[in-house]
């Protein structure tokens, strides 16, 4: 047995193709192919979305922080007011929602 006669042999190409063709086929059809692959994808884009958001928000919440440690009145009065607190003379009114 030569490899000439091997690769002029049409049952050995037969034979690669169809499993060419079946391997194919078990790769785009399988529950573990192409459609777990698509779902991945999408998965992964909304990852990288949230990521991008959370780093904004980190951003955010550093710029605020060092505000806050240079004792800015101004971040100091809006985190007052987020308690609750207020101005001397002012007055506080707060609204619940009422529950039907």
């Given at each position: 047995?030569?490899?000439?006669?091997?690769?002029?042999?049409?049952?050995?190409?037969?034979?690669?193709?169809?499993?060419g063709?079946?391997?194919?086929?078990?790769?785009?059809?399988?529950?573990?192919g192409?459609?777990?692959?698509?779902?991945?994808?999408?998965?992964?884009?909304?990852?990288?979305?949230?990521?991008?958001?959370?780093?904004?928000r980190?951003?955010?919440?550093?710029?605020?922080?060092?505000?806050?440690a240079?004792?800015?009145?101004?971040?100091?009065?809006?985190?007052?007011?987020?308690?609750?607190?207020?101005?001397?003379?002012?007055?506080?009114?707060?609204?619940?929602?009422?529950?039907?």
């Amino acid at each position: 047995m030569n490899a000439n006669w091997l690769l002029k042999s049409s049952t050995l190409w037969g034979v690669l193709g169809a499993s060419g063709v079946l391997c194919l086929m078990a790769m785009l059809f399988s529950q573990e192919g192409l459609p777990e692959l698509r779902r991945r994808e999408i998965e992964l884009r909304a990852a990288k979305t949230h990521l991008v958001e959370l780093n904004r928000r980190n951003r955010e919440l550093m710029e605020e922080v060092q505000r806050l440690a240079a004792k800015d009145p101004e971040v100091m009065e809006a985190l007052a007011r987020r308690q609750g607190y207020a101005r001397k003379g002012e007055t506080v009114y707060t609204f619940r929602n009422r529950e039907r």
